[in-house]
């Protein structure tokens, strides 16, 4: 369930005097992981005002999967494997790169 455990209910359903959100078990079950996860984000990283950089910047988590050649591994539906090359850049701009050094492999001929 994405990470969240009954500690994260225990959270949500817990007095607001002692730290909880004061939701009961029945509407906390009811609710959207969505719903979860935004009740559950540090207010901290909601802060950050418009135009600016925060101070501190999380990885993201696929840098942080990355092997030491910089490639990170999935598997699609069909369960074929997919490799990736984590680069800070999207894969259609990678591929439009490739695409563009060929053509001027190309013109070199």
């Not at 359903?13 to 559950?40: A, F, H, I």
């Not at 950089?53 to 840098?63: D, E, F, H, Q």
């Not at 910089?70 to 850049?89: H, L, N, Y």
Request: glycine share 12%; net charge positive.
């Amino acid at each position: 369930m994405c990470g969240i455990s009954v500690w994260h209910v225990r959270i949500l359903c817990d007095n607001t005097w002692e730290g909880g959100r004061g939701y009961t078990p029945d509407q906390v079950s009811k609710m959207t992981l969505d719903n979860v996860l935004m009740l559950l984000t540090d207010r901290k990283i909601l802060k950050a005002k418009e135009g600016r950089r925060g101070k501190k910047i999380m990885p993201l988590a696929a840098s942080v999967m990355a092997g030491k050649d910089g490639m990170i591994k999935g598997r699609a539906a069909d369960g074929s494997e997919i490799r990736g090359k984590i680069t800070g850049k999207s894969k259609a701009r990678q591929l439009m790169e490739a695409e563009e050094k060929k053509k001027k492999r190309r013109k070199r001929r």
